[in-house]
């Protein structure tokens, strides 16, 4: 029988500790912060961020700026031939639709129109959208990342295969809209910590007696429930 998001969370949770939710801030540092945290880690795209404000005054000089220079300024967090494209891009369509750089007003929408007009930007997907109106905004969007979503599918949450449309359309309609920040938090831990990619930690693993995942390993017990 597959677990619950709320029973994962409660599972998950003396492991962890539950997540309390605090606001990061203003929108468009989120947003350029979730674009330089793609397949990397949040060592190296802090060091980037931190990197990209010491060379550039204000996000209308990094939209703006040449871009071989962008690239130089956030090279420590990888990828940044791709990276720094989207960030102007992305800049220069938030400069278009709100010249003073603020995405406040996105507080007084619906959540789904404040999701469309950030998915309107060139390069921003679903989790990025979901990441600046959770984590800036504290609009109810549950970001999926690749540990967020590797864990859902391996607990039954979502089926396999799918878009990453699909994997958000599917477990923020699983999740209460009031865990979105619980879920998504603790299921990436768990991800990061224990339930790996290449070699999960199945034996310290609170959720493997209820698993699907688990019970195909090769190595597993066949006498184990």
Aim: proline residues 10%; glycine residues 6%.
């Amino acid at each position: 029988m597959t677990l619950s998001p709320l029973a994962v969370m409660e599972k998950l949770a003396p492991l962890y500790g539950w997540p309390e939710q605090v606001s990061h801030g203003d929108a468009v540092t989120e947003l350029v912060l979730t674009i330089l945290s793609q397949n990397t880690s949040d060592t190296n795209s802090g060091r980037a961020f931190t990197q990209l404000l010491r060379r550039f005054p204000s996000w209308r000089a990094i939209a703006h700026a040449p871009p071989a220079e962008v690239v130089a300024a956030i090279s420590t967090g990888g990828l940044a031939e791709q990276k720094a494209p989207r960030i102007q891009a992305a800049l220069i369509a938030v400069g278009e639709r709100s010249p003073d750089w603020n995405l406040d007003f996105l507080r007084e929408m619906e959540t789904g129109e404040a999701r469309a007009w950030l998915r309107a930007l060139p390069g921003v997907g679903p989790k990025t959208a979901a990441c600046v109106l959770l984590f800036a905004l504290g609009k109810p969007a549950l970001p999926v990342d690749t540990h967020v979503e590797r864990v859902a599918r391996r607990l039954g949450l979502i089926p396999p295969g799918g878009s990453a449309e699909k994997a958000h359309q599917l477990l923020e309609a699983a999740v209460d809209p009031s865990s979105y920040y619980p879920f998504h938090m603790l299921l990436i831990k768990h991800g990061r910590r224990t339930c790996a990619a290449r070699a999960p930690a199945c034996d310290r693993c609170p959720l493997e007696p209820d698993c699907p995942a688990s019970r195909l390993r090769p190595d597993r017990d066949p006498g184990l429930p």
